[in-house]
């Protein structure tokens, strides 16, 4: 089994108490991490296969984005100044309509791409347009070939271009396929619909509300679900207007309220579904530029802590939000946070840490073996460098990771033990090669969706 010794910098552990170890080690062998610690307890390089040396760096778990579509690094820059359904009607459902299979597989490079180098280690990627089975095995092909942990939330619809039974058919044969879990980088999820876009065209209703929760039950998989990610005085309210009662109620009424559920965006939503969300031991998926970006909101998440709350975090789709970079979300969101609250620090950064890393395992049930740099944890981790003018004299890294921004890219970057990034940039992939072939096809894309437009300022 190889071993791996990263060592010499600080150690941002995210175990249970966030130990901070300011010049330490992590002891990788095969996939796993073996020991933390510091310097004086550190084995030599002697014993050891592989030496990444952190000195001046800072030493943390991957981060994980709970909330990503990926497709959307394809349309990157082309939804500014649109509400969430505008948003929807003009530039997801005609984008989504001209998409080809090598949109897919090219926005999968990129968007691993894009993740890999600024410390993204895993993301959940919810599903909103059909993707056939034979589709998401090349996925996973491309995805595992660029090192990236993925957690594909295959959608499930009740009006499908495919017959119901065939449809259902395919979503069991990948849950099969692709086990939820830490086995393999790829697996494969759920993603529903049932805010008030998807139930006006079908695309959600209580057959399937049923079924997909009896999938929950049967696949033990995390079930992710768009919640009040829209306008409040328009789709949020004519929601609650025509159910009677708030999306996270209809979750619960419908048997999708549980530990496995992901509750995305969720800024909207009442006391009453804090404590039932809270109670059923769901997670909320913050996403807060993404709130910002479409004029949504800033979700409620000193409410979300206080009742208990499993809070993790989500950049979005890059479509609505233009960015995944989540060192970048934590500024995001501390600044917002303060903002709505009137509250320095309303939302500090080693909750905001917890969110990004721990919080995110735990959403997925694997808290204790992602998300933390800790004995038997999987070794996905990023040793940022902080002896740059960016951090100043770094005198307090964790924090200024976060508050200082500008997308740092780590130094190194490692997934199951294995080495993602090093100080040349992403170890399997050709970023040039990528680049090019996404400015092509998502110059295309674009061209089909009708969301080409002439350069302008808009001034
Ligand atoms: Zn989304």
């Known amino acids: 089994m190889s071993t791996t010794l990263v060592k010499g910098g600080g150690i941002l ?6 130990t901070l170890i300011p010049s330490g080690f992590v002891l990788v062998e095969g996939s796993r991490i073996a020991a933390v610690g510091p310097m004086s307890d550190a084995p030599s390089d002697a014993d050891v296969d ?28 082309v939804s500014e100044g649109l509400y969430l359904e505008d948003w929807v009607t003009q530039v997801l459902l005609p984008a989504g309509e001209a998409l080809r299979p090598e949109d897919y597989l090219a926005a999968m490079r990129l968007a691993a791409a894009d993740m890999l180098l600024t ?54 044969h990948l849950l099969a396929r692709y086990p939820h879990g830490l086995d393999d980088r790829f697996s494969v999820n759920l993603a529903i619909e049932s805010g008030e876009h998807w139930l006006q065209v079908g695309a959600m209703d209580a057959e399937l509300a049923g079924y997909a929760a009896e999938l929950v039950s049967r696949f033990e998989v995390p079930v992710s679900d768009h919640i009040t990610g829209g306008t409040l005085f328009r789709s949020v ?10 999306e996270v109620q209809w979750l619960a009424r419908h048997g999708l309220l549980t530990h496995r559920t992901l509750l995305a965006h969720a800024v909207w939503i009442d ?43 989500g950049t979005d789709g890059p479509m609505v939000n233009d960015s995944v970079d989540m060192l970048g979300q934590m500024r995001e969101c501390f600044l917002l946070s303060s903002t709505k609250y009137l509250t320095p620090a309303a939302v ?10 721990r919080n995110g395992a ?20 990023a040793v940022f460098d902080m002896a740059v003018p960016r951090y100043g004299a770094a005198l307090n890294p964790p924090a200024s990771l976060i508050l200082s921004g500008g997308g740092p890219k780590p130094n190194w970057v490692l997934v199951d033990g294995d080495v993602v990034v090093d100080p040349g940039g992403l170890v399997s992939v050709d970023v040039g090669a990528v680049v090019a072939e996404s400015r092509e096809l998502g110059r ?10 002439p350069l302008s300022m808009g001034i």
């Open 119 to 172: 410390g993204t280690t895993s993301f959940f990627n919810h599903s909103v347009t059909e993707v056939e089975a034979s589709l998401v095995d090349q996925l996973a092909d491309v995805s595992r070939g660029t090192g990236i942990r993925q957690f594909f939330g295959k959608e499930l619809r009740a009006k499908t271009a495919r017959p119901s039974a065939e449809h259902r058919a395919q979503v069991e």
């Open 50 to 77: 592989h030496v990444v040396d952190a000195s001046g760096c800072w030493v943390t778990p991957g981060l994980i984005n709970m909330h990503q579509h990926h497709w959307y690094h394809l349309l990157k820059g």
């Open 348 to 357: 500090s950064t080693g909750q905001l840490w917890s969110m990004g890393t």
């Open 444 to 453: 295309d894309l674009a061209a089909r969706a009708g969301l080409l437009m």
């Open 237 to 246: 309210s004519d929601f609650r207007l025509r159910e009677g009662s708030g």
């Open 13 to 18: 552990t995210m175990d249970a108490t966030a």
């Open 271 to 313: 006391e009453s579904e804090i404590r039932a969300a809270s109670e059923s031991g769901a997670s909320v998926v913050t996403c807060p530029s993404s709130g910002a970006f479409t004029a949504g909101g800033t979700a409620p998440l000193r409410a979300f802590l206080a009742s208990g709350l499993n809070v993790a975090l």
């Open 362 to 381: 735990r959403a997925l049930g694997l808290g204790g073996r992602l998300g933390e740099l800790t004995p038997g944890a999987v070794a996905d981790l």
